[in-house]
């Protein structure tokens, strides 16, 4: 019984302590921190889009003015002299506010292509990290299964070896192993109680040898059940 058991606590052991579930831990953080980057990525390409969208039409503006201003002067429709000197002041200053206009449209374009970049990254690594996941996921539940198979085995086992024990010692013994790190029942092995692996003195030795087969033995030291055997040195 105690055998089966103790399999049983490592099988469970076992499946909540599977490497691929602190990886997967540690990869969905990983993942989530990469998530909100990209989020941040996003907006900054969603704000410089606009921004560019506008400095385009900015730039597109004043070249329109400055082309019908031009028409105007090229066919003749200005004749007055001094319309016609503040027309090419007006012109100049179109110029130069053209030329400021398409500095700013380039830096907004690098800008742009510059956070482009970086949100195609981090999207990269996002799916990268969402495929990872995906791995470790199909991994951890492949193993899950296969110890859900070997607990069913031996879970299947310990009701056979229920059969014929009294109540009160099953409840002794289920509440050793509550207290006792899960070990309720231990050899008595070379006179030596397995479950605190201390030796047993002589005196108490002979006491257990006079004992019935069939009567209940517990260790002094830690009071789990000592279950004699051909090994116990008695």
Do not use: F, W
């Amino acid at each position: 019984m105690q055998a089966l058991d103790a399999q049983v606590d490592q099988l469970r052991h076992q499946r909540t302590h599977l490497p691929e579930l602190a990886d997967i831990t540690a990869l969905t953080q990983s993942r989530g921190e990469l998530v909100d980057q990209m989020r941040d990525a996003q907006i900054v390409v969603d704000d410089l889009t606009a921004a560019q969208v506008k400095a385009d039409a900015d730039v597109e503006s004043v070249r329109t003015r400055r082309t019908r201003d031009r028409d105007r002067m090229d066919s003749g429709q200005i004749s007055n002299p001094k319309d016609l000197e503040r027309m090419q002041h007006e012109l100049v200053s179109l110029d130069r506010r053209i030329a400021t206009l398409e500095d700013e449209e380039m830096e907004v374009m690098e800008q742009l292509e510059e956070a482009q970049t970086r949100l195609t990254v981090l999207t990269g690594q996002v799916q990268e990290a969402e495929a990872r996941l995906a791995e470790l996921s199909t991994a951890r539940d492949e193993k899950a299964a296969a110890i859900d198979a070997e607990l069913a085995e031996v879970v299947a086992k310990r009701a056979p070896a229920l059969e014929g024990m009294p109540e009160d010692l099953l409840a002794l013994y289920e509440r050793l192993r509550t207290t006792k790190g899960g070990v309720g029942a231990a050899e008595l092995r070379q006179r030596r109680c397995t479950g605190c692996q201390l030796t047993i003195d002589n005196a108490e030795l002979a006491i257990i040898r006079a004992k019935p087969s069939n009567e209940v033995v517990r260790c002094e030291e830690c009071t789990r059940i000592l279950v004699r055997t051909g090994e116990s040195g008695l």
